[in-house]
């Protein structure tokens, strides 16, 4: 079964940094692209960073460009994204999410785990 | 980017009745590999988004046989056969033929 569990959210100050985690199991981590989206509070789904299953590539929305990073470990089955300069627009829930094998879309979703940017 | 747009935005629905989301895109979806990449995610009230449909038609692992895609180019539409009580909850178009991947706005499917 696959299995996606987020941590590392919190309360953090606007201007603030924190590292997410995504701990994956059931599948063969290091055969897949691996995503980050998130979700603010009442709103849709936003999509904000992906890497490939080697980690030599990254790609990520305009709104967080510059200021956030993904990275995994593939020995670890960890998937990580390090936020800086955190604004209170990046307030949500970020949901770790795998990517597909035969099309570049996203199948399993984590729980998520919640950003709050807040003074 | 590629916009996503879904009607409704709410949908009230008898149980047992059918329902259909329609989303259309900004710009046809069709993939160099020559696959249509739209997929369609429900998120049932506090849980994550699961896949339901993934490249126009095809049921994921796991969903019922209620729930058909379908379309082409740049209009899509999900057809869920009979509403049931666990369908509750919002659905979502998703692109991702090109990069950055977007959502429609989401769609609330809610029983009368």
């Known amino acids: 079964e696959v299995q996606l569990v987020e941590s590392g959210g919190g309360l953090v100050q606007p201007g603030g940094s924190l590292r997410l985690s995504c701990s994956a199991s059931?599948?063969?981590?290091?055969?897949?692209?691996m995503h980050w989206a998130r979700q603010a509070p009442g709103k849709g789904l936003t999509w904000v960073s992906r890497?490939?299953?080697?980690?030599?590539?990254?790609d990520y929305a305009d709104s967080v460009k510059g200021r956030f990073t993904i990275s995994r470990d593939n020995a670890r089955n960890t998937l990580f994204l390090q936020m800086n300069s955190l604004r209170v627009e990046d307030t949500a829930l970020y949901f770790c999410?795998?990517?597909?094998?035969?099309?570049?879309?996203?199948?399993?979703w984590g729980q998520g785990t919640l950003v709050t940017v807040s003074s | 980017d590629i916009v996503m747009t879904q009607t409704p935005l709410s949908s009230p629905v008898t149980l047992g009745q059918p329902a259909s989301i329609s989303c259309t895109s900004s710009q046809s979806l069709v993939h160099s590999s020559g696959d249509t990449c739209l997929d369609w995610l429900q998120q049932r009230p506090g849980q994550p988004p699961r896949l339901l449909i993934y490249k126009i038609s095809n049921r994921f692992s796991g969903v019922p046989d209620r729930f058909s895609g379908s379309g082409a180019g740049t209009d899509f539409t999900l057809n869920i056969s009979r509403v049931e009580a666990e369908d509750v909850g919002v659905y979502y178009c998703?692109?991702?033929?090109?990069?950055?991947?977007?959502f429609g706005q989401g769609t609330r499917l809610e029983i009368k």
């Open positions: 999410v795998r990517g597909t094998i035969d099309w570049p879309g996203q199948d399993y």
């Open positions: 890497i490939t299953p080697d980690g030599g590539h990254t």
């Open positions: 998703m692109q991702s033929t090109q990069a950055p991947i977007t």
């Open positions: 059931g599948f063969t981590f290091s055969a897949y692209w």
